[in-house]
């Protein structure tokens, strides 16, 4: 029964390993044990590495997914073409690049987070800040957005008073320096995520894990953040 069981591992090993192609193969395996490193899947020939300063409570956007909360962040296997890169850390000013990906392109670079100042006034996104546009096989959510803040809410940096369709493909909602970020799945289905730093979270009565995300189909949802000694902060998403 041994050998046959270690047989049968390494019949498995092997297909695997025959999957792979030469040096590629290496990092396609590790890529496999390493999902972390490959958020895009395995279907590109492209790749960034990134070293960031400050390297923990960080949230790193690609695409509009949320990927990463610290440095060194590494993507494997990106399709070639258009990306888009967004960095957040609490205190500092954002870092936003697009990038244009070559094919076999392996891309490395810093990236030093400017400080903010007690001086610093946060700005809002700019105008028509988010993903693209949705396509027209997808019909936009709208929504009408609640908060306890007494800061009147945004969609994609945009000041909100009543109900709003959410009309690209991914972009965030807002109260002050409170966000969240909405995107649609493959489906034109409405998700919403939460940051990743340390907090308790709970929606609609539950707690949750940081950075997680939550379908937002119809209804109300409820997002609460709690932080030690800091005010509790709250959001109330409306579908409409």
Not at 121 to 132: C, E, F, N, R, T
Not at 159 to 182: C, D, H, M
Request: glycine content about 8%.
């Amino acid at each position: 029964m041994k050998n046959l069981r270690e047989i049968v591992c390494m019949v498995t090993v092997t297909t695997i390993l025959l999957t792979l192609t030469a040096c590629d193969g290496v990092s396609r395996l590790r890529s496999f044990f390493h999902p972390d490193e490959s958020p895009q899947g395995l279907e590109g020939s492209t790749s960034l590495n990134l070293e960031i300063t400050p390297a923990v409570d960080l949230n790193i956007f690609l695409d509009g997914e949320l990927v990463a909360h610290a440095s060194p962040y590494a993507a494997r296997f990106l399709p070639a073409g258009p990306h888009r890169l967004l960095i957040e850390a609490k205190g500092y000013h954002p870092f936003s690049l697009v990038l244009n990906l070559n094919e076999e392109q392996a891309l490395e670079f810093p990236v030093s987070l400017r400080p903010m100042t007690k001086d610093t006034k946060v700005s809002p996104p700019a105008q028509g800040s988010g993903g693209p546009a949705l396509g027209p096989d997808i019909k936009p959510a709208r929504i009408a957005v609640q908060s306890a803040l007494q800061i009147a809410p945004t969609i994609d940096g945009q000041p909100i008073e009543a109900g709003q369709e959410l009309k690209r493909t991914w972009g965030n909602i807002a109260a002050g320096t409170f966000s969240v970020t909405y995107r649609y799945d493959q489906f034109g289905r409405l998700e919403i995520a939460l940051p990743g730093y340390a907090a308790r979270w709970v929606v609609n009565d539950k707690e949750v894990e940081p950075g997680s995300t939550h379908p937002f189909y119809e209804g109300k949802l409820v997002i609460s953040e709690e932080r030690a000694k800091e005010t509790p902060r709250s959001l109330t998403l409306v579908r409409q």
